[in-house]
């Protein structure tokens, strides 16, 4: 039986991801930060886990491959009166 896109606490389910990689990443000194647009619905619907897989694999890659700097996870809501709202994730790294 198929479900459909469930509501979920949008920043809950990245700050899960984050807190995942703080451990690994502080051991080589990067801090991981996280910027969201103030505009971003607290609630979503959709595939929190298929989100959460997505960035674990950006923030994992980001952290494998960063010597010093940082990693930044950034949210920006382009539509947030709009439905569906659109949101885009970006994880960038030094």
Do not use: H, Y
Not at 19 to 48: C, N, Q
Not at 68 to 91: H, L
């Amino acid at each position: 039986m198929a479900v459909g896109p469930l509501a979920f606490d949008l920043r809950g389910a990245v700050e899960g991801v984050i807190d995942l990689f703080t451990e690994v990443a502080g051991s080589k000194g990067l801090p991981v930060g996280l910027l969201v647009d103030r505009e971003w619905p607290k609630i979503v619907k959709g595939d929190a886990g298929r989100l959460r897989q997505i960035l674990t694999n950006l923030l994992s890659n980001a952290i494998k491959f960063t010597e010093k700097g940082d990693v930044i996870v950034t949210i920006n809501c382009d539509k947030p009166a709009a439905t569906p709202v659109e949101i885009r994730f970006a994880v960038t790294d030094t």
